[in-house]
């Protein structure tokens, strides 16, 4: 049981290019969630998914899509990067709307330079 | 928006007992969480409270107030292994699962 897996783990892009940041769980969880972390902050939530084929805007959406079209997996897209995009993005997966814990993946470290 | 506030920086020496205040201001409530990060590394989870009181789990507790909108988590037997931030989130309402974060407390312990 591999939990929430992300790749990849570290990304350098130029301003202007594209990258998806790849999340996968095995714990046939429902809810699935897109974060991004800056020094000395707390996690914004980006994205969040309740379900294959849903997904809905966070707290920072602006810059980013998503797409869930399947329990495991919900990749994340970066359309024209921007210096303001580099951050730690994290992806978490919970599992009933009662639960209360969230697990997350390692991450992936982001410069766009 | 929700408004979630705790210290940013915290020092102890080994052995010893910290407390790590949160407050929060927000639509509604249905639950506080504790997180742990070390450095470099994802968040995991610690603790939850629901209802006011205490709730102790080995060397960590997490207290609740709802009605004043205070939370605190103690660490006791401080270990060179418990330096981490450490991250306090709430969850909204029954129907609202995501969850908002406070910027973290990062806790230093020293020998």
């Known amino acids: 049981n591999a939990g929430v897996t992300q790749t990849p783990k570290f990304r350098i892009l130029k301003i202007g290019q594209s990258m998806t940041l790849q999340c996968a769980q095995d714990?046939?969880?429902?809810?699935m969630y897109w974060y991004r972390q800056d020094p000395g902050m707390g996690l914004k939530l980006i994205y969040y998914?309740?379900?294959?084929?849903?997904?809905d805007k966070g707290e920072v959406p602006n810059g980013y899509n998503v797409s869930r079209s399947t329990t495991e997996d919900f990749p994340l897209r970066l359309e024209l990067a921007a210096p303001s995009q580099t951050s730690v993005y994290f992806c978490?997966?919970?599992?009933?709307?009662?639960?209360?814990?969230?697990?997350f993946g390692p991450g992936t470290r982001l410069t766009v330079t | 928006g929700q408004n979630i506030d705790q210290p940013t920086e915290m020092t102890a020496t080994e052995g010893a007992i910290v407390q790590i205040n949160c407050t929060y201001q927000?639509?509604?409530?249905?639950?506080l969480f504790w997180y742990q990060q070390h450095a470099g590394e994802a968040p995991t989870f610690l603790s939850y409270?629901?209802?006011?009181g205490l709730e102790e789990k080995g060397r960590f507790s997490s207290f609740l107030s709802r009605s004043k909108g205070y939370s605190y988590l103690l660490l006791k037997e401080l270990q060179m292994k418990d330096s981490a931030s450490y991250l306090c989130?709430?969850?909204?309402?029954?129907?609202?699962?995501?969850?908002?974060f406070g910027a973290g407390t990062t806790v230093t312990v020293r020998a």
């Open positions: 978490a997966s919970s599992e009933e709307r009662s639960s209360y814990e969230q697990y």
């Open positions: 714990m046939n969880h429902n809810y």
């Open positions: 998914s309740v379900g294959a084929g849903i997904t």
């Open positions: 927000t639509s509604g409530f249905n639950g």
């Open positions: 409270n629901v209802l006011d």
């Open positions: 989130a709430v969850r909204a309402s029954l129907n609202d699962y995501k969850l908002s």
